[in-house]
């Protein structure tokens, strides 16, 4: 089934790397937003599948955009995915208060990031 | 001719003419120096302007009499310590006694027998020059202890003030016997509770049984980095530095450390940073070179895909390295807690190497487990890296063909398993012996080009080694070059969480 998915994250080219292997991988749908403000802006329109989110960004940061989302009606149940570069594998633990439905480590890889998504948010 | 110097300048004070000339001329006769007077005052006088060595002195004199003569030089600083020796008539005990105790050294009487008085001058000259040699060695003595009290004091100021922690501890037991202000501040303990105790006994940290075994070997140490367990648990980081001196004929190790604990959250938090900076491009290159190599965006040449294939091989050594920097950096900050739990050290052992077990073949390994089936209170994830760390290790320094083996056997005391030993060993070049300890140091290889050889980061064993500690272990290495090398872990199977 083709999926609609948004990719928030403020580094260009990881949008575009991660738009190119959602697209090549699983001819999904992609939406993109470089900040926190656009992400939710576009979520609340569009209603994505899932939404990949970066947790390190200027201004707001996933966490506080994670908060937003969560507030919404229109957002609050789209799920969540965070992705970072600044932790290990071995430190998912600490975002388990969070309300994310996975979190992802860069590098990633592109072609099987749409496999991983399906993994994680068990869609069949 | 001769010069002859006098032997002695003698005062000799009577009132009677004859007896001075008689003293005078026997004494000149023996070589003395002798000036004679008639009168008490002038005898004063002479001897406060110039004193004499010793004065003869006659009791019954009209004016002022011999007692009060002597007195009054007693009361003088300048002829106090003159030495008096009395001449009279008068004999009764209690005249001698006045004598006494107006201040003289001696009494003769009248009538007197020349070698007697000569004798007794030489007698109380000697004494004095005895006395005066005694002052002045006195005097010298006093001065030398002035001089070392000052400069013990400088140097104990200097131990005792130094910004820099100072320890000196018995060798081989590592028994501290002195230690300063900057010490204990370091550490934390009181003076008391450190005295007296040795290096073990004060769970100094993880470093000190190390450290204890090289106080053993005599030899200097220079710059150790050292991670201290201070009194409250906090860690530092100290640079240690070693060297032996004698202290009344025993040998002991003067140590002096250099706190470093804040130059090395700095660098941590530098790495850290670093790491995160260089993940982002990262994702990009990798992404970019995965998405190429699909061969969606336009086929390649046999040559370009040649060349994609190294971009990929090392853009994936960069992310290795990157995450190795930052797994050690974490765990050595204790950024990471061993999330411990009862687990079972068989499917540990078995599932770094089924791990592994892809890569043996590649290399055509022989990879033999034997699994022991204990358990043990740990941190499966991080054992499980420890032991594909162990067991990656091994297969990338063996030759086609050959074995490695991973085996375990439970370690008992008193008659209880207290803890489980595994070992990792392959047939592979070996360890030359002076790099057995080194290696588990960051970014140590034995041989350099082995990070671009192998494709290791010179990491692997810095972060099992502080896997291991985190599980109050230990890890060691043996070796015999071209052999082979068995790696060691020692786990305690039942230990309280700090």
Same mark, same amino acid.
């Given at each position: ?10 580094? *260009? ?25 656009? /992400? ?21 940061? /996933? ?62 | ?18 007896? !001075? ?24 006088? /002479? ?5 004499? *060595?010793?004065?003869? !002195? ?102 005792? =003030? ?39 006994? $004060?769970? %100094? ?6 450290? !204890?075994?090289?106080? =053993? ?60 900076? $260089? ?26 895909? =040649? ?13 290795? $390295? ?62 499980? &890296? ?49 790099? $057995? ?23 692997? %064993? ?35 969480? &700090?």
């Amino acid at each position: 089934m083709k999926k609609q998915i948004l990719i928030v994250d403020d580094e *260009d080219d990881v949008r575009a790397i991660a738009t190119l292997g959602l697209q090549m991988g699983a001819g999904w749908t992609v939406l993109t937003a470089s900040s926190g403000a656009e /992400g939710i802006a576009i979520a609340a329109q569009h209603q994505p599948d899932a939404i990949l989110l970066d947790l390190m960004m200027p201004d707001m940061d /996933g966490r506080a955009t994670l908060q937003q989302l969560k507030q919404y009606p229109v957002t609050q149940s789209i799920p969540v995915i965070l992705m970072t570069a600044k932790m290990q594998l071995s430190e998912q633990r600490s975002f388990n208060d969070l309300e994310v439905a996975a979190v992802f480590t860069k590098p990633f890889r592109p072609l099987t990031l749409a496999q991983q998504i399906i993994d994680v948010l068990t869609w069949v | 001719m001769e010069m002859t110097v006098p032997k002695a300048d003698i005062l000799v004070i009577d009132d009677t003419p004859e007896n !001075l000339n008689l003293l005078s001329s026997m004494l000149s006769d023996r070589g003395y120096k002798v000036r004679s007077v008639t009168k008490g005052s002038t005898g004063i006088r /002479g001897a406060q302007t110039m004193p004499p *060595d010793l004065i003869l !002195l006659d009791v019954n004199m009209p004016q002022m009499n011999g007692y009060e003569v002597c007195e009054h030089l007693k009361a003088d600083d300048r002829t106090r310590d003159i030495p008096i020796i009395f001449i009279s008539a008068l004999e009764t005990v209690s005249d001698k006694v006045k004598a006494f105790q107006a201040g003289g050294v001696d009494y003769i009487t009248k009538p007197f027998q020349i070698e007697e008085v000569l004798a007794r001058i030489e007698t109380h000259l000697t004494l004095r020059q005895l006395q005066n040699q005694l002052r002045s060695q006195n005097e010298q003595l006093q001065q030398e202890i002035r001089e070392r009290k000052h400069a013990e004091e400088k140097f104990a100021a200097i131990f005792r =003030q130094s910004p820099n922690p100072i320890a000196i501890v018995t060798i081989p037991e590592g028994r501290f016997i002195e230690v300063n202000f900057s010490f204990l501040s370091m550490s934390g303990y009181t003076l008391d509770a450190v005295i007296g105790y040795s290096i073990a006994q $004060l769970h %100094l940290g993880h470093d000190s049984a190390a450290f !204890l075994s090289r106080l =053993q070997t005599n030899e200097p140490i220079h710059n150790l980095e050292f991670e201290l367990l201070t009194r409250s648990g906090s860690v530092k980081s100290i640079l240690l530095s070693l060297d032996h001196i004698e202290i009344n004929g025993e040998t002991y190790a003067l140590m002096i450390a250099n706190d470093i604990t804040e130059r090395k959250r700095l660098e941590n938090e530098f790495i850290s940073l670093v790491s995160h900076e $260089l993940r982002t491009p990262l994702t990009s290159m990798m992404g970019s070179l995965d998405l190429l190599s699909t061969g969606q965006l336009g086929s390649l040449t046999e040559q370009g895909q =040649q060349v994609l294939n190294i971009g990929v091989k090392n853009a994936e050594r960069l992310i290795r $390295l990157i995450n190795d920097i930052l797994d050690l950096e974490r765990i050595r900050s204790g950024k990471i807690t061993m999330s411990k739990q009862s687990c079972n050290l068989a499917e540990l052992m078995a599932q770094a190497t089924e791990e592994m077990q892809s890569m043996a073949d590649r290399s055509c390994i022989q990879l033999i487990t034997e699994p022991l089936p204990i358990l043990l209170y740990a941190d499966p994830d991080r054992i499980v &890296q420890t032991l594909t760390n162990l067991l990656s290790n091994a297969i990338k320094f063996s030759e086609a063909e050959a074995i490695v083996r991973m085996h375990a056997q439970p370690l008992t005391l008193n008659n209880r398993t207290s803890s489980v030993r595994i070992s990792v060993t392959d047939q592979g070049r070996g360890i030359p012996a002076n790099q $057995l300890q080194t290696i588990f140091e960051r970014f140590q290889q034995v041989d350099a080009s082995d990070a671009r050889q192998k494709g290791g980061t010179g990491l692997g %064993l810095a972060i099992c080694r502080n896997i291991v500690e985190q599980h109050h272990g230990k890890i060691w290495a043996e070796s015999m070059i071209s052999k082979g090398s068995t790696f060691h872990i020692e786990l305690p199977l039942n230990v309280v969480l &700090q």
